[in-house]
């Protein structure tokens, strides 16, 4: 069954409550560019680490290959071991993720020779299936090429990730699918995307939105999704056998595809990156938020709760779509996690890097937002301030394409 559901009457001016791991990319709240970077400084400091950290010899000798790279043409060049350690260590600096103990085992893929979108559409595709894994989803970034000293971005991707569900208009006050994406829905078909099945073919409330990919080469391109390459899960529920009706589902990976990866004085704007989902994120928010899928009344009304009486009612809505999304997860063996387990798995990240003697950087409201529990470890501390390189931050013309679903002011095409 596909459902539509009425937008409120006003959508809140506020910002939005935080969501969970890493970031989420309309928070209004995006993380402010780093100030001028000193790239030898920077460079210096992350060979320092990358060294001490892998216990690799050699630090004097590479340091004097790079400051000479760097005095001849402004920039240098990390070996695929030296971008991976950053990668790992931009994600153990991402204070707002909650899932960091498993930032060793990322899986970094060198892609900085792949520069045009038809490339970088197909490692897209292979980094989608790569990370699925049939539902073993492994945490993996795609980097290419890196900005210019000079002249910024050579590539990026328009998308704030890279499987994302359409919003359709489909009146004054009704909307179909992800309400959040009207915008942006709106940019791809003025681009010239038709839709999922072609112009005739019908909207879904799940529409796979397509890629719009940029390089300094090129015009921007619109690529759809393969949808074999999206795994989806349909939500059904443990107890309630209405549930199924609802025609709900989500995708397993969330791949995070407008922030940039930062390390040793060097941008990576094109670095889409990957964990798992928190149930939370996708029951709480995605499917919850009044301007998103505002599922909460339907629920309510399908369960049989009184919600002029109970003052409750929104939170128990929110227990079965947290019940659906585990256990619907759970059954058809795709990764996902539960908020309290992920709780007790960042105190063990918090007591390794304390242990390390390094600092265990975290915003809290971040780490901590509905529904975890005071009950929780990782709710019962505070943790150290600031987002040190390397990290992943999200610049406000990245952020500003999803929200307002203009094409970004600058755009990257060199002339000549
Ligand atoms: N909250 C975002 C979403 O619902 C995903 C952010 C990244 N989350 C993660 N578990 N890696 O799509």
Redesign the pocket.
């Known amino acids: 069954m596909l459902f539509t559901h009425r937008r409120p009457a006003a959508v809140p001016a506020s910002p939005p409550p935080p969501?969970?791991?890493?970031?989420?990319h309309t928070a209004l709240r995006p993380s402010a560019p780093p100030p001028p970077v000193d790239r030898e400084a920077e460079a210096r400091q992350f060979l320092e680490l990358f060294h001490t950290e892998t216990g690799r010899p050699g630090l004097d000798a590479r340091w004097q290959q790079v400051s000479r790279e760097l005095d001849a043409t402004g920039t240098w060049l990390p070996t695929t071991d030296e971008l991976t350690h950053g990668a790992r260590v931009a994600w153990r600096q991402s204070s707002r993720?909650i899932?960091r103990l498993r930032w060793q085992g990322l899986v970094v893929r060198d892609l900085r020779h792949v520069r045009d979108a038809a490339g970088i559409h197909r490692e897209l595709v292979q980094h989608l299936e790569y990370a699925t894994n049939r539902g073993r989803i492994r945490s993996v970034i795609s980097v290419f090429a890196p900005d210019s000293p000079d002249t910024g971005p050579r590539a990026r991707v328009w998308n704030d990730?890279l499987v994302r569900y359409a919003g359709w208009k489909t009146s004054q006050e009704q909307t179909l699918g992800d309400a959040r994406y009207l915008e942006f829905t709106r940019l791809a078909i003025s681009m010239g995307w038709q839709g999922p099945r072609g112009r005739t073919g019908a909207r879904t409330a799940f529409d796979l939105l397509p890629w719009i990919i940029e390089t300094d080469g090129e015009q921007p391109q619109v690529f759809p999704v393969p949808p074999k390459a999206v795994r989806e899960v349909k939500l059904t529920h443990p107890r309630y056998g209405w549930f199924a009706s609802l025609g709900l589902r989500w995708h397993a990976v969330?791949v995070?595809s407008n922030m940039r990866l930062s390390f040793g004085g060097l941008d990576f704007s094109c670095a889409p990156f990957?964990?798992?989902?928190?149930g939370a994120?996708?029951a709480t928010?995605?499917l919850a938020d009044p301007d998103r899928y505002n599922l909460l009344p339907v629920v309510a009304e399908l369960a049989d709760f009184d919600v002029a009486t109970d003052p409750l009612w929104r939170d128990k809505a929110l227990l079965v779509l947290q019940e659906a999304v585990l256990h619907s997860f759970t059954d058809s063996r795709t990764s996902i996690v539960d908020h309290h387990t992920e709780s007790e798995r960042f105190a063990a990240f918090v007591a390794r890097e304390e242990r390390a003697g390094r600092p265990a950087y975290g915003d809290w409201s971040w780490l901590n937002p509905y529904p975890m529990t005071p009950q929780d470890p990782s709710w019962q501390r505070y943790y150290a301030d600031g987002e040190p390189s390397p990290n992943f931050y999200l610049d406000d013309a990245a952020a500003e394409v999803v929200r307002s679903g203009l094409p970004p002011a600058r755009s990257l095409l060199r002339a000549g």
């Not at 990957?274 to 928190?278: Q, R, V």
């Open positions: 969501a969970t791991c890493p970031v989420d993720c899932g990730q969330p995070i990957n964990g798992f989902y928190l994120e996708i928010r995605n």
